[in-house]
T-cell receptor
């Protein structure tokens, strides 16, 4: 599956480090998402970008900073993270069709970045 | 607020048999979508099947079918003729249908709400 790619696949960082996660979608979609998947918790939506504008921020701490330079790329900048931020971070994309009554809303996911904060 | 509940943390089934995964949800919305996603050990989340709430007919996709009971707010997934490759975490998800005005400004809300998942093991 190469529709949505994420790099790196694994990342170990200290609490004082600054790192970035990258997501790229090759599907021509116009919406992109960041999710956090922790053990024993449901997937949590973090950020939504429609047409490169952020439309949803589910009260995510400021130590997570998203960036969407164009409709194909999405970044998640990380700084001064906590050990409880260790999780699988999933990127997804979808195509919305303004004007059509029933869009599909299907989201396509990337393989994720396994983040460990030490 | 919407919630999604999957009451079976783990299930197992023999190869070639049928298994049903349960999902219930709570919402006051009338128009919404329901999904089942599969996450194999490789971690790539894959859409299995989708149901629009306004459709009474249950969705089917090859060996996968759903039993959608809107009044009961239940959305179970049936896997027929289970295969070893069906071994995965299965997530039920809910998305409300956003208003058309939102589309004018560039798209839907796209807020998928997931259950905690059911770990399915298919045994040879």
């Amino acid at each position: 599956e190469t529709g949505v790619t994420q790099t790196p696949r694994h990342l170990v960082m200290g609490m004082t480090n600054k790192k970035s996660l990258k997501c790229e979608q090759h599907l021509g979609h116009n919406a992109m998402y960041w999710y956090k998947q922790s053990a024993k918790k449901p997937l949590e939506l973090m950020f939504v970008y429609n047409f490169k504008e952020q439309t949803e921020n589910n009260s995510v701490p400021s130590r997570f900073s998203p960036e969407c330079p164009n409709s194909s790329h999405l970044f998640l900048h990380l700084h001064t993270l906590q050990p409880e931020d260790s999780a699988l971070y999933l990127c997804a994309s979808s195509q919305d069709f303004p004007g059509e009554p029933r869009p599909s809303y299907e989201q396509y996911f990337g393989p994720g970045t396994r983040l460990t904060v030490t | 607020a919407q919630t999604v509940t999957q009451s079976q943390p783990e299930m197992s089934v023999q190869e070639a048999e049928t298994v049903t995964l349960s999902c219930t949800y709570d919402t006051s919305e009338n128009n919404y979508y329901l999904f089942w996603y599969k996450q194999p050990p490789s971690r790539q989340m894959i859409l299995v099947i989708r149901q629009e709430a306004y459709k009474q007919q249950n969705a089917t996709e090859n060996r996968f079918s759903v039993n959608f009971q809107k009044a009961a707010k239940s959305f179970s997934l049936k896997i027929s003729d289970s295969q070893l490759g069906d071994t995965a975490m299965y997530f039920c998800a809910f998305m409300k249908h956003s208003v058309p005005m939102k589309w004018y400004y560039g798209g839907s809300q796209g807020n998928l709400i997931f259950g905690k998942g059911t770990k399915l093991s298919v045994k040879p």
